[in-house]
Nanobody
């Protein structure tokens, strides 16, 4: 089993930056892809970006050029980061970390493991 815990959310003014962190623990040795998603109440979950075992990244159109995904390994924990720059009001959402043992892109159905989410609020 894989456990994912997000942190780093908060409130920021438009144009500002935030860095989200996802700590993955448990059976992490077989993880192939990790991703960030976001969701606004009443809307579908939207793919923000993904990263694979080769550190190749892929971003959604709405965040490309502003957001950067990276990851790092500690002893028993895999860390996934989302650096968010030039934040816009429309970036306000709950942000979720996801992982899977099979390579995936930006479809929520491609990921078996999910965190509880961290709220990001961007104000004018």
């Amino acid at each position: 089993q894989v456990q994912l815990v997000e942190s780093g959310g908060g409130s920021v003014q438009a144009g500002g930056s935030l860095r989200l962190t996802c700590a993955a623990s448990g059976d992490i040795n077989h993880i192939s892809s990790m991703a960030w998603f976001r969701q606004v109440p009443g809307k579908e979950r939207e793919g923000v970006g993904t990263i694979d075992t080769h550190n190749d990244t892929f971003y959604g159109n709405s965040v490309a050029g502003r957001f950067t995904i990276s990851k790092d390994n500690a002893k028993d924990t895999l860390y996934l980061y989302l650096q968010m720059n030039s934040l816009k009001i429309e970036d306000t959402a709950m942000y979720y970390c996801a992982a899977d043992e099979v390579a995936g892109y930006l479809g929520p159905h491609e990921y078996a493991h999910w965190g509880q989410g961290t709220q990001v609020t961007v104000s004018s």
